[in-house]
């Protein structure tokens, strides 16, 4: 009975001290993807595209204003049968739709065309957090970027300096006051 008891003692000293060399580590997620270079030339590239849609929609509500101030005016005119202004009118309105269409639609764009240009950015900093983990002996490492996401992090270590390094990224410089 001594053997059976001194063994479950064993066994349970061996899993807590197996337990207290778990390597566990934090970091701001959106901190690593805000430092890469690829980033700055994603958004780049990502407002660009935005103007350009923007632009177009610009485009289109400056020849609806220009059509709708042309209705007014022949309608003060009175050159025009009240068909003929109503006909015009329903045309505006259509239009009128198509351009709320056109916005809704420019955000989806703008959307998928940010997803388009961030996904090999994140793929990147999730491979390089990968090789950290790893390299490093880490059980878990936790994103601080995400509300809720670390519920005790005693004993973590800040994995971003080394993360930063393994992807050569530098501060941003500050702005001189």
Same mark, same amino acid.
């Given at each position: 009975?001594?053997?059976?008891?001194?063994?479950?003692?064993?066994?349970?000293?061996?899993?807590?001290?197996?337990?207290?060399?778990?390597?566990?580590?934090?970091?701001?997620?959106?901190?690593?993807?805000?430092?890469?270079?690829?980033?700055?030339?994603? *958004?780049a590239d990502?407002?660009?595209?935005?103007?350009?849609l923007?632009?177009?929609?610009e485009?289109?509500?400056?020849?609806?204003?220009?059509?709708?101030?042309?209705?007014?005016?022949?309608?003060?005119?009175?050159?025009?049968?009240?068909?003929?202004?109503?006909?015009?009118?329903?045309?505006l309105?259509?239009?009128?739709?198509?351009?709320?269409?056109?916005?809704?639609?420019?955000?989806?764009?703008?959307?998928?065309?940010?997803?388009?240009?961030?996904?090999?950015?994140?793929?990147?900093?999730e491979?390089?957090?990968?090789a950290?983990?790893?390299?490093?002996?880490?059980?878990?490492?936790? *994103?601080?970027?995400?509300?809720?996401?670390?519920?005790?992090?005693? *004993?973590? *270590?800040?994995?971003?300096?080394?993360?930063?390094?393994?992807?050569?990224?530098?501060?941003?410089?500050?702005?001189?006051?």
């Open positions: 009975m001594n053997k059976f008891f001194l063994s479950i003692v064993l066994c349970v000293f061996a899993s807590t001290f197996a337990g207290a060399q778990d390597k566990y580590g934090h970091l701001n997620f959106g901190n690593v993807v805000a430092l890469m270079p690829e980033t700055a030339k994603a *958004d990502m407002e660009t595209y935005r103007k350009e923007v632009s177009q929609g485009g289109m509500v400056k020849a609806f204003q220009d059509k709708y101030g042309k209705l007014i005016a022949d309608q003060q005119s009175g050159n025009f049968t009240p068909k003929q202004l109503q006909e015009r009118a329903q045309a309105s259509q239009e009128e739709q198509q351009i709320a269409a056109f916005e809704q639609e420019v955000a989806k764009k703008v959307e998928a065309k940010r997803q388009e240009l961030l996904q090999p950015i994140i793929k990147k900093a491979d390089a957090i990968q950290i983990g790893k390299a490093n002996g880490y059980k878990l490492i936790f *994103d601080t970027s995400v509300f809720n996401s670390v519920l005790f992090a005693q *004993d973590s *270590d800040d994995v971003f300096p080394l993360v930063k390094a393994k992807l050569n990224l530098k501060e941003p410089p500050t702005a001189k006051q």
